[in-house]
């Protein structure tokens, strides 16, 4: 199964400041997703992002918000855009599996705090 | 929309003891996931279930996959203070069998010693 670096693992923002989190993966792979996990709760996915195409993203979130980039089938940047203590939270990435059999990788997540 | 609903949210339980968890779709499923995530980690991967009526099992954890393919459970035998974790089930979007996974809101297991 695929291996995915995700960084960074943590940070402590400002609000209204922006954050860039980075998975790279060590196989290329079709759809990368980008989950946010409150604490003690579900993955809710934010977009799936394609390479060479937009994002799609699900009700609720807004890619003015959380702008995605996906430049190649092995890397995806998730941006969390002018930011609020609401925005606090656990983000991860997951790839598709090549092989159903292997599941879904995930990313180590990146936990954000906003002050 | 397609939901997966999943319960209980909570289980507490004594090492020893067996934990049931159970998973059901508003849809037919193609497949049927599951995930552990110990606490502070992400969702790790434990096992697929493809066949209607399904049953697999890794060591003490036994998997089901309902009959009409859309509700599944996962069953602990003798619970060991290891199991601590959330366990999640997941399906794919309704006629796929990759793609965005739909999950259930989890069972946080806790095992007292």
């Known amino acids: 199964s695929a291996v995915i670096s995700q960084k960074p693992s943590r940070d402590i923002c400002q609000r209204g400041t922006s954050l860039t989190i980075q998975c790279q993966v060590d196989?290329?792979?079709?759809?990368m997703f980008w989950y946010r996990q409150q604490p003690g709760q579900s993955l809710t996915l934010i977009a799936t992002?394609?390479?060479?195409?937009?994002?799609?993203?699900e009700s609720g979130f807004v890619i003015d918000k959380f702008p995605i980039s996906r430049p190649n089938l092995t890397f995806s940047t998730l941006t969390v855009s002018n930011m609020s203590p609401e925005d606090s939270s656990i983000y991860l990435c997951?790839?598709?599996?090549?092989?159903?059999?292997?599941?879904?990788?995930f990313g180590s997540g990146t936990r954000l705090t906003v002050v | 929309g397609q939901q997966v609903m999943q319960i209980p949210q909570y289980q507490h339980v004594q090492e020893g003891e067996d934990f049931t968890t159970y998973c059901n779709s508003s849809?037919?499923?193609?497949?049927i996931q599951w995930y552990k995530q110990r606490p502070g980690g992400h969702p790790v991967f434990l096992i697929q279930?493809?066949?209607?009526?399904e049953v697999k099992k890794q060591k003490r954890l036994t998997f089901q996959f309902g009959e009409a393919k859309k509700n599944s459970s996962l069953h602990i035998t003798a619970t060991q203070t290891t199991d601590v974790g959330t366990y999640f089930c997941?399906?794919?979007?309704?006629?796929?069998?990759?793609?965005?996974?739909?999950f259930g809101r989890g069972t946080q297991l806790t095992v007292w010693p």
């Open positions: 992002a394609n390479q060479g195409s937009e994002a799609t993203y």
């Open positions: 997941a399906g794919p979007n309704r006629g796929s069998t990759l793609g965005r996974l739909y």
């Open positions: 279930l493809v066949k209607s009526g």
């Open positions: 849809t037919t499923l193609s497949n």
């Open positions: 997951s790839v598709d599996p090549s092989d159903i059999n292997y599941g879904y990788t």
């Open positions: 196989s290329q792979v079709t759809m």
